[in-house]
């Protein structure tokens, strides 16, 4: 395990690191607004703010994805397999990735690793692209 070697990649990607954590976040609050803030600001009665802040916290993104196959059970909008991609993706990202990376070979882990971040950085703008598209579940 090369701990020193895994977070020098790292740092040296931070931009791409903190790009796709915001895509993430972009997707998850996209997917909330459009879906379920309707909703959860039914079930808070007189607008309580600690209630409507546990309510938001508790929308995952995979939450976020039985919400909208609830609302589209046929997946009108053929999201379903990007947004398993993509949850995946981002589990990989917050929970594996830089313990993958300290395992890989030293000579391998830059190009294994932008590969990893390409890929997950296109899949997560590509699902967020399709999301702001989509009228219908346009909050305006």
């Excluded at 692209?129 to 305006?140: A, G, P, Q, R, Y």
């Amino acid at each position: 395990m090369n701990i020193s070697g895994t977070t020098k990649f790292m740092e040296s990607r931070q931009d791409k690191i903190l790009s796709l954590f915001l895509y993430y976040q972009m997707i998850e609050m996209a997917l909330f607004t459009k879906l379920a803030f309707p909703e959860a600001l039914k079930e808070v009665q007189g607008f309580n703010l600690e209630k409507l802040n546990k309510k938001l916290n508790s929308k995952t993104l995979g939450s976020m994805k039985e919400w909208y196959l609830k609302k589209y059970p046929k997946d009108k909008y053929n999201l379903d397999s990007i947004l398993t991609t993509v949850i995946s993706e981002r589990n990989t990202f917050m929970h594996g990735l830089w313990m993958f990376l300290s395992l890989v070979k030293n000579e391998e882990r830059d190009s294994l690793g932008d590969k990893i971040l390409d890929q997950f950085l296109k899949n997560s703008c590509s699902l967020l692209d399709t999301l702001n598209k989509i009228k219908e579940l346009s909050t305006k």
